[in-house]
């Protein structure tokens, strides 16, 4: 059945009639579902990188041809248990009362609440795999070396600021090798002038506590002997004359793996296992894969879109429980960790953390990592700009009670002594609940259900739709942080229940109340029986 221009009502036909559609897609043509949207009635887009205009009250466009450098998931999720989802991307357009749906999509509604709709999503579309990332990426603190060593990544540096983590009491965790400890994009050996020792650089950093991940991505420089045997083999993505298309990206101009190919989706694994099997690195940050640079290629696989592309790069992750990406499509419910696009030092992104995260939880993207504390955009690190100590603060604490908590700028050099013990008062609460954490992830991978929650998740049609703010980690802990420079309190939504704060009130909701947080604290409530 096609939807050409259709408005949906909500007689019991045609809402049995879209269900009849949703079993039996007709795909082949451009489609525009146009929807009726209630005052009352919220919508959540699988846009991961403008969660913070989720939901939708404002108009907004959104082409999902595009990941907007971040994970994409090809979903809607309405407060009122609508569903909308295809297997290719489709073009949004919504405004205050209306919602048109451009492509194949397959609608279905009756799900009764945005929790009906996420589990009915989540069964047919991206149903959980039973598996979840490595353990450690939950139960403590990650630590990136991008910002502190950006594209110097050395042996000696990278050894320093491993023991500067434990020198300044910080529990160790995963360490990621960020961009550039590689000979060349596609070879993928430790760089022998910057990493004299690789094997013995991994033993002890596993000694100290922590495991090894490096960074890769699926580029190749076109000047290097492994473009030339890529090249012979046929594994790279070509342009209209059948030559290796040289794309241009963030660092410059390169070729790209065709992972269409399957002896080039195996020749990316085995280097992936090498790098295991000869240095003891435990895992990778996966960069790169979005669509952008797959458009206007020819692949192995003729009819391959941008995004299956994407979607392949991101199955090469599930090999190695230990891994990171930014950006996906397609791959919710699987055991891969997502983390948000780069953020900008200081409180204007810290502010799209919540929002973000929450809209990546609803897209299945449950296994989450919201960027780095103070921000991963190495750009506002440089020269001489002037830190925000309070906005580092601010973030460690927003950090502190989602999914993953990842460290890069190093505290210790950047911040005083009260502002230093802020951070590490907010890895102790980490610490206090790094079970409660893992317990979700283990449910997450079995039942589906958001490790982070909006408050419409668990309590619909209560007036928290709008609430991006606070947000819920699991059934237990409501967390409300301070996000604006300068507060010291704010107002926190509580609901139905009896809450127990972190002060140790014990407040029974719903209500509004209004709480102290001075630098070191981070507002936050334990539901009781």
Known sequence: MNLNNKAISSSPLLILLSALWLFGPAYGQQDTLSIKVGADAYWWAGVINQGNRMPLTAAWQADLNSNYGNQAQPLMLSSKGEVIWSDRPFKIDFAPGKLKITGEVEYSKGHGTLKGAYLHAS??????????????????????????????????????????????????????????WQEDYGKWNFHPGRFPEPKEMVDQLHAMGFKVMVWVCPFVSPDCDVYRELESKKYLVTNQNGEPAIVRWWNGASALLDLTHPDAFRWFRSQLDRLMNEYGVDGFKLDAGDFEYYQDVHSWKADARPEEHSELFGKIGLAYPLNEYRAMWKMGGQPLAERLRDKQHGFRDLQLLIPNMLTAGLMGYYFSCPDMIGGGEFTSFLDDAILDQESIVRSAQCHALMPMMQFSVAPWRVLGESHLAAVKKAVAIRERFSGYILELAARAAKTGEPIMRPLEYAYPDQGCATITDQFLLGERLLVAPILTRGAVTREVVIPTGRWKSFDGRIVRGPKRITVQAGLDVLPYFERLP
Do not use: C
């Open 123 to 180: 069964r047919n579309y991206y149903p959980p795999s039973g598996k979840m990332p490595d353990s450690l990426l939950f139960s403590h603190p990650q630590y990136n070396t991008w910002i502190e060593l950006m594209y110097d990544q050395n042996q000696r540096d990278v050894l320093a600021y491993a023991g500067h983590i434990i020198a300044n009491g910080f529990p160790p965790g995963v360490l990621m090798i960020d961009d550039n």
